[in-house]
């Protein structure tokens, strides 16, 4: 039996422990939420990342790139492992957005077009403005102000044709072209259940699914033969041993936080609202041995101000916003 102290202590070296590259992060997160960039980079920080400056260079070099995979979320990947994950995502993407690209006037006449006229425009790194504007020269007919643009290019994604690579402009991703190729969609599931498995345990089948957003009954037949723990959980390796506390700021959308089932185990239900206040935000989380202790934000000189929910040494945090103000520069 493992007690709730010890889940979320295991739970938290899982998570952060090692260090490396952006790709062996991000391909041991596994991936890492990307819808907001200043977040993604804490979150590689978290994981050990050493230099915010590398996570610039990794997409340049075509290492990493980012595409809406698990619930339709935009994450950031290790490129060799996209193709498989649009192999087990695009499709139910595509049909979890249908409804609202009609409403934009994204007709599949409309689609068809902008597929059709894909490869000519999009030859190398474009904005989504350019791309738009680059298809609408070929007739394809997408009205380029409003959420069509946003919309079309995630369709285009989930069916393998693009995804977002370098900033072609500060703070204006860039996108470019993919070749889909065919993929077993059961081996990318077990392959991402793995991942999951070894950097979020201990984990219930129930946790990947909501990780994910995939059925349940793919998850279980993904988890055939991965190592449990009791309980219904599953986990790679050993608890850690005990030790002084683990410690992070965590950027907002946080994986350790978007990762589970059920929050209420690592957050006081008292102060939920505090972390999510509704509307889909996250906010930057101050998290120790796996429970989250309080919020925080960037003050001058980009020092983290940190508010714990209850009294609390600074002491304890000190040292991690330190490391985070050294990253951020």
Not at 29 to 48: I, K, W
Not at 182 to 203: M, S, T
Request: net charge neutral; charged share 20%; hydrophobic share 45%.
């Amino acid at each position: 039996m493992i007690d709730d102290g010890e889940l979320l202590r295991w739970r938290m070296h899982s998570q952060f422990g090692g260090g490396g590259t952006v790709a062996a992060i991000s391909a041991r997160a596994p991936g890492v939420q990307a819808q907001d960039a200043a977040a993604a980079r804490l979150g590689l920080r978290a994981r050990g990342l050493a230099e915010a400056a590398a996570v610039e260079r990794a997409y340049a070099a075509g290492e990493v790139v980012a595409s809406w995979l698990m619930r339709g979320t935009l994450h950031l990947v290790p490129r060799d492992q996209l193709l498989s994950l649009i192999q087990l995502f695009g499709e139910r993407n595509i049909a979890a957005g249908a409804r609202r690209r009609r409403e934009l006037g994204l007709t599949e006449e409309v689609l068809a077009r902008a597929v059709a006229a894909l490869p000519e425009v999009l030859t190398g790194p474009l904005s989504r403005a350019g791309l738009v504007a680059g298809l609408n020269r070929c007739g394809v007919g997408v009205d380029p102000a409003g959420q069509a643009p946003a919309h079309l290019t995630a369709y285009l994604a989930g069916r393998g044709l693009l995804c977002r690579g370098a900033e072609v402009a500060p703070r204006e991703p860039g996108y470019v072209p993919l070749v889909p190729e065919a993929a077993d969609p059961e081996r990318a599931a077990a392959e991402l259940a793995a991942r999951y498995v070894a950097a979020f345990g201990p984990v219930s089948v129930a946790d990947f699914a909501a990780w994910s957003g995939l059925p349940q009954a793919v998850g279980r037949r993904a988890f055939a033969g991965l190592p449990e723990v009791g309980d219904g959980l599953y986990a790679t390796g050993e608890p850690p041993e005990a030790g002084a506390p683990l410690v992070r700021l965590l950027g907002a959308y946080d994986n350790f936080l978007m990762g589970y089932r059920d929050r209420s185990l690592m957050l006081d239900q008292r102060f939920a609202k505090r972390v999510n206040a509704g509307g889909g935000v996250v906010k930057p989380a101050l998290v120790v041995d796996g429970r989250v202790l309080g919020v925080w934000s960037k003050g001058k000189g980009g020092q983290p101000v940190v508010e714990a929910f209850e009294p609390l040494p600074e002491a304890v945090w000190a040292a991690e916003a330190e490391a985070v103000t050294d990253f951020l520069g």
